[in-house]
């Protein structure tokens, strides 16, 4: 039932830039300046040019986010925006020349739900992120989330916020959270959020970071804004070698 009502949520979200949800979906994090390798992608919808979801810098003119993100754009429709922790005041914006989705990407499974898009010109303002190269997720590692997904309830509807936010969450290791019944792959794993606490919509291709800094998730897989329940995550060292290599 939550999985349906997620998926309206999406749908009135798209359409309408607002949403009816239940109360249970507060996210729980806090608003952050800590923007400087994070951006925000827009796409083109029925109301003109809405925002989509997060990513990264991983170099000068790529940026990473979730395959669901841009699947169906055209490189024309999308455009990055990044440079301010408010996505409405971001000073920098720039359409990608290119939109690569993974080959393996699995709309059903959410396996491999990365992409990276690609700008005509390399950018001077942001920094670009450190990705993990091997995978080392243990259950119980402190990972923080990033997004402009939504974070509570403003009466009865519920807008994307302008500021972006964090909220830091105990990781599952792949093993541990098909042990809660989750069905990952092998390139996905878990945080284990509070109640409360958590990713939801709107946050999907935001950066999952450890303790030392480095990006070692997307935010790409089902959220539970803040039902306490495991979330999952795209690992961003299994696909290293691919993200490096567009």
Request: with cysteine; proline share 4%; hydrophobic share 35%.
């Amino acid at each position: 039932m939550m999985k349906d009502t997620l998926s309206f949520a999406r749908l009135a979200l798209l359409l309408f830039g607002f949403v009816v949800i239940p109360t249970q979906a507060i996210v729980g994090g806090i608003a952050t300046t800590n923007s400087i390798s994070i951006g925000a992608v827009y796409t083109q919808g029925l109301f003109g040019s809405q925002y989509a979801c997060a990513g990264t810098f991983v170099s000068s003119n790529k940026f990473l986010t979730a395959a669901d993100c841009v699947l169906g754009h055209s490189p024309r429709d999308i455009s990055i925006k990044w440079g301010a922790s408010n996505r409405l005041n971001e000073p920098s914006s720039s359409p990608p020349t290119l939109v690569t989705i993974h080959p393996d990407y699995n709309e059903l499974t959410g396996d491999a739900n990365v992409a990276v898009l690609t700008l005509k010109t390399s950018t001077t303002g942001p920094s670009h992120a450190t990705l993990a190269k091997e995978s080392s997720i243990q259950t119980g590692d402190a990972l923080t989330l990033y997004g402009w997904g939504l974070t509570g309830l403003e009466g009865l509807s519920t807008r994307f916020p302008a500021e972006l936010h964090m909220v830091e969450v105990p990781a599952l290791s792949t093993s541990e959270c098909r042990s809660e019944g989750i069905d990952i792959g092998a390139g996905q794993f878990c945080d284990q959020s509070d109640s409360g606490k958590g990713f939801c919509i709107g946050d999907h291709g935001g950066p999952v970071v450890d303790s030392s800094g480095t990006v070692v998730g997307i935010i790409s897989g089902r959220e539970n804004c803040g039902l306490g329940t495991p979330e999952v995550i795209t690992n961003v060292a299994y696909y290293y070698h691919w993200i490096i290599s567009q």
